[in-house]
T-cell receptor, first 110, second 112 residues
Framework: ELKVEQNPLFLSMQEGKNYTIYCNYS?????LYWYRQDPGKSLESLFV?????AVKQEGRLMASLDTKARLSTLHITAAVHDLSATYFC??????????FGAGTRLTVKP | DSGVTQTPKHLITATGQRVTLRCSPR?????VYWYQQSLDQGLQFLIQ???????AKGNILERFSAQQFPDLHSELNLSSLELGDSALYFC???????????FGQGTRLTVV
């Protein structure tokens, strides 16, 4: 069964700092998605990563995928308060089953 | 706006009751997913449909059932409700299974 692990689950960081969120998964996959969720709101699609070595960037966020290591990272550069949210990765395995990680709750403090 | 519509937005009901949550996917999307999000359990996959057929089942209780209709909208039926069923229920849709999914605004269910 596909297992998806994110870490850290909680992240408190200061504005201007850099940090990385990790998403590990247990089976072969070449499709991974990152979502953002604001408190009490829906999930918003951030990145779609479809191949080994894929890298996508949007503003202060950059996501990458290493299918051999079964690892995706979401890197935050020079964090700002507006980035405070919960970030989820979702992985699709070769059986076409999609599972979400537990989420990383990010708080950016001034 | 993702294009996925869920109704109702909020629902308060008593234990033992039955409710139906409704989801209209984005235009052109054939696949629908249901998720439950509670504070202690995170985002739990319940069930997935593709073009009217059940495609994958997750941690869905026997008291819960769902279906996708010919017009592609979907309903999630929750019966014999318990306090622990209180959660946000999300519907998501995608063009085909397990491609990029777009989420509705959710239905917040409170069981009292």
């Amino acid at each position: 069964e596909l297992k998806v692990e994110q870490n850290p689950l909680f992240l408190s960081m200061q504005e201007g700092k850099n940090y990385t969120i990790y998403c590990n998964y247990s089976t072969t996959s070449d499709r991974l998605y990152w979502y953002r969720q604001d408190p009490g709101k829906s999930l918003e699609s951030l990145f779609v990563l479809l191949s080994n070595g894929a890298v996508k960037q949007e503003g202060r966020l950059m996501a990458s995928l290493d299918t051999k290591a079964r690892l995706s990272t979401l890197h935050i550069t020079a964090a700002v308060h507006d980035l405070s949210a919960t970030y989820f990765c979702a992985v699709v395995d070769n059986n076409n089953d999609m599972r979400f990680g537990a989420g990383t709750r990010l708080t950016v403090k001034p | 706006d993702s294009g996925v519509t869920q109704t109702p937005k909020h629902l308060i009901t008593a234990t033992g009751q039955r409710v139906t949550l409704r989801c209209s996917p984005r235009s052109g999307d054939l696949s629908v997913y249901w998720y439950q999000q509670s504070l202690d359990q995170g985002l739990q996959f319940l069930i997935q449909y593709y073009n009217g057929e059940e495609r994958a089942k997750g941690n869905i209780l026997e008291r819960f059932s769902a279906q996708q209709f010919p017009d592609l909208h979907s309903e999630l039926n929750l019966s014999s409700l318990e306090l622990g069923d209180s959660a946000l229920y999300f519907c998501a849709s995608s063009v085909v299974p397990n491609t990029e999914a777009f989420f509705g605004q959710g239905t917040r269910l409170t069981v009292v």
